[in-house]
């Protein structure tokens, strides 16, 4: 199977990742319009607990990804299908036994956390979603090792049209019944897409099989052990990140209601926050994913390979992409916010100030996210966990202290967002720093790509007004700006020679 370079395959994952978002978004418009803020809040709610079941489990196809790479530069081709052996079964332990607590103790569970017992029929409809999810990351770490990002791709596509219309489909049938049993159907859709997803990776895996390795795969306990060992520090770091978000969805609706809004309002508020602005923002956010799922099996094989020129050159590369994705995407989330806002979520864009400040998370989310792929690929996993715990204590004192504020409420929760990235961010270069040697080129890396994105927003911006003087309309106003904006950036990064016509051409035509 053909390798894919760090570019190619992260554009692959990247524009797949965009695709499935802009599903997301279908996803959004019409469950907004059916059951509003306060349903949206009831589906929220539930979703934290099934992303840290994500989280959980996330550590697995990274370490698949990391050791079938390995294998791969060894020529260990039947090593590679002990290792999906070896993680199918612990994926199975964990999907199965996360789906039933979620089934069987929703009610529990709410009342722990305090959340209004509507918010019951999401949590059960999502409790399906762990033991497809499970079976489907995987077939992912499967195909990310061998470097092949297109089978990932597809199915994320597959997985979010699924959900979409299974999951919108639902909350228009049980609507009659009552905003939070519509909730409940939408939050099925994570499910239902989950099993198409899952199907289409396992057709294409039994095919590859097939082509590799067609002979009898042994158990190996040892095996097992390393997917652990390499698992447990990353599952650990990304719940660390998603503690942050169930932290949120306990904490901010309470500390709202001590600052004086209603419980109804809390809800709302909340809503604003992460069913839309964090929606927005994550945008931008599967780009840099996208960048490090590519990056963590790259490392890992020129690592262990002892190639450790080639290792320097692609984490100054991936930092260079961060920035190139983070500065266009932060400055125009937060001079377009009212325009993007009112596309996504016509007649119900109330949180727009919400959006434009979470906006400066985005670089210091992007750089965290890149670092931390890069000490996982070289092999340093719990260096990360500490650097993003810290940043998470910050996050848990200045939600504490600035949303129950009645002047500052909701965006306390972003105040605090922003702090425990950028404290992330610094801890990490610094990590990255001691453990490679690494000296960055901060005019290539930093100062070109924040010039050429100052420069993208004033003409975008200028565009959006004329447009909008002469048409009256946002949506026109705002696509061809963003459109206008896309094509003046890539011109700039040329012209700034951030990357030349021959490096397009080596690191994306060519592997």
Not at 58 to 75: C, L
Not at 298 to 311: L, S
Not at 361 to 374: A, E, G, L, N
Not at 489 to 501: A, K, V, W
Request: aromatic share 10%.
């Amino acid at each position: 199977m053909k390798k894919q370079s760090l570019i190619k395959a992260s554009l692959i994952l990247g524009i797949a990742g965009i695709v499935a978002r802009f599903f997301g978004l279908f996803f959004r418009w019409p469950l907004i319009m059916l059951i509003g803020d306060e349903g949206v809040g009831y589906y929220q709610m539930s979703y934290p607990l099934y992303m840290f079941f994500v989280a959980m489990a996330s550590g697995v196809p990274v370490a698949i990804s990391k050791m079938i790479s390995e294998k791969k530069a060894k020529g260990d081709i039947e090593g590679i299908f002990v290792i999906v052996k070896e993680s199918t079964f612990l994926m199975m332990m964990l999907g199965i036994g996360t789906t039933i607590i979620l089934f069987f103790f929703a009610k529990p569970i709410i009342r722990f956390v305090q959340w209004d017992m509507k918010s019951y029929y999401a949590l059960l409809g999502i409790s399906f979603a762990p033991f497809v999810i499970s079976i489907m990351t995987i077939y992912r770490g499967f195909f990310q090792g061998l470097q092949n990002m297109t089978p990932s791709g597809v199915s994320q596509i597959l997985e979010q049209l699924g959900r979409v219309v299974i999951g919108v489909g639902l909350a228009i049938f049980l609507l009659p019944k009552g905003i939070e049993f519509a909730a409940g159907g939408a939050a099925f859709g994570a499910a239902a897409g989950g099993v198409i997803g899952a199907s289409y990776l396992y057709e294409k895996y039994k095919k590859v099989k097939k082509e590799m390795w067609n002979k009898r795969v042994k158990s190996n306990p040892e095996v097992l052990t390393s997917i652990l060992r390499i698992a447990l520090p990353i599952s650990l770091g990304a719940t660390v990140g998603t503690i942050m978000s169930l932290i949120d969805s306990i904490l901010v609706p309470q500390k709202l209601m001590q600052s004086g809004v209603t419980s109804e309002m809390a809800t709302v508020l909340y809503a604003q926050l992460t069913g839309k602005a964090n929606v927005i923002t994550n945008i931008p956010l599967t780009l840099s994913m996208a960048l490090g799922t590519a990056l963590i099996p790259i490392i890992a094989e020129n690592y262990i390979m002892n190639r450790r020129k080639d290792v320097q050159d692609k984490v100054q590369l991936s930092i260079k992409l961060s920035m190139l994705i983070a500065m266009p995407c932060t400055l125009g989330l937060y001079f377009l916010a009212g325009p993007i806002m009112m596309i996504i979520f016509p007649g119900k864009y109330d949180g727009i100030l919400i959006l434009k400040y979470l906006s400066i998370s985005v670089p210091f989310i992007i750089i965290t996210q890149t670092t931390t792929s890069i000490m996982q690929g070289i092999g340093h996993y719990i260096r990360p966990i500490i650097n993003l715990f810290i940043g998470c204590i910050v996050k848990v004192v200045l939600t504490y202290l600035l949303v129950a504020i009645p002047e500052i409420n909701i965006y306390g929760a972003v105040i605090a967002s922003i702090a425990a990235y950028i404290i992330a961010t610094i801890l990490n270069m610094i990590s990255i720093k001691r453990k490679l040697k690494l000296s960055l080129n901060v005019t290539q890396t930093f100062i070109k790509p924040i010039i050429a994105s100052i420069v993208m927003i004033i003409i975008s911006l200028f565009s959006y007004y004329f447009v909008y003087n002469k048409t009256v309309s946002n949506t026109y106003s705002c696509l061809i700006a963003i459109f206008l904006g896309i094509i003046i950036y890539g011109i700039l990064i040329l012209i700034l020679r951030i990357f030349s016509i021959d490096d397009i051409k080596n690191r994306i035509v060519k592997n």
